[in-house]
């Protein structure tokens, strides 16, 4: 299963954490679910990559402007979540400061200079980094996959309505068992 990647998008602690500046309960609700998928996934040596929202301290950034301050470097904020341990040594980092994972960062690249081809995607927010994500993976031709059990927004309502639309448009939805039986069958390949 070398051409497929786990993406784990911005499970840091201003959004996971009941102190964060963000924090939604739901997000600490699917950490457990994630931790599981990232275990098995290295189980099956899938590349691991974790997408870190992190704004600069003390510069200007326009996605600031309209929202509440977050993810500020320096703050402990955009630490990933000590949950979900970060193997240095295999695992990519990558920081990025919009929506999508894709946009302003060399996430593109490190896919395909590893040839991935699948992409399962976990983390927060369905409505909007999970969902620009995937978007951004679809149109770059990778075969996405979101695990319905490791996404979250503040609102279910608004976490299913996307779901929805992804397995319609845009790649995959499967529960984290569905996606265990699919790597023990090979059917990530």
Same mark, same amino acid.
């Given at each position: %299963?070398?051409?497929?990647?786990?993406?784990?998008?911005? /499970?840091?602690?201003?959004?996971?954490?009941?102190?964060?500046?963000?924090? *939604?309960?739901? !997000?600490?609700?699917?950490?457990?679910?994630?931790?599981?998928?990232?275990?098995? &996934?290295?189980? $099956?040596?899938?590349?691991?990559?974790? %997408?870190? $929202?992190?704004?600069?301290?003390?510069?200007? #950034?326009?996605?600031? =402007? !309209? %929202?509440?301050?977050? &993810?500020?470097?320096?703050?402990?904020?955009?630490?990933?979540?000590? %949950? @979900?341990?970060? !193997?240095?040594?295999?695992?990519?980092?990558?920081?990025?400061?919009?929506?999508?994972?894709?946009?302003?960062?060399?996430?593109? /690249? =490190?896919?395909?200079?590893?040839?991935?081809?699948?992409?399962?995607?976990?983390?927060?927010? +369905?409505?909007? &980094?999970?969902?620009?994500?995937?978007?951004?993976? *679809?149109?770059?031709? *990778? !075969?996405?996959? =979101? =695990?319905?059990?490791?996404?979250?927004?503040?609102?279910?309502?608004?976490?299913?309505? $996307?779901? +929805?639309?992804?397995?319609? *448009?845009?790649?995959?939805?499967?529960?984290?068992?569905?996606?265990?039986?699919? /790597? #023990?069958?090979?059917? @990530?390949?």
């Amino acid at each position: %299963m070398n051409n497929t990647a786990l993406i784990v998008v911005d /499970m840091v602690k201003d959004f996971t954490d009941p102190e964060g500046l963000v924090f *939604y309960p739901q !997000n600490r609700e699917i950490l457990p679910n994630i931790k599981r998928v990232l275990d098995e &996934c290295r189980k $099956h040596d899938i590349l691991v990559i974790f %997408m870190q $929202h992190s704004y600069r301290a003390g510069k200007f #950034d326009k996605n600031l =402007v !309209n %929202m509440r301050s977050n &993810c500020i470097e320096g703050t402990g904020g955009d630490a990933i979540d000590p %949950m @979900l341990e970060v !193997n240095s040594e295999k695992d990519y980092v990558i920081k990025k400061r919009r929506y999508s994972g894709f946009f302003g960062t060399d996430l593109d /690249m =490190v896919l395909r200079e590893n040839n991935i081809k699948n992409v399962i995607i976990v983390g927060t927010k +369905t409505n909007c &980094c999970i969902r620009a994500t995937v978007t951004d993976a *679809y149109y770059l031709d *990778y !075969n996405p996959i =979101v =695990v319905s059990d490791c996404v979250a927004t503040n609102d279910e309502v608004v976490n299913q309505v $996307h779901l +929805t639309d992804i397995r319609k *448009y845009l790649g995959k939805v499967v529960t984290s068992q569905e996606l265990f039986d699919l /790597m #023990d069958k090979g059917g @990530l390949a």
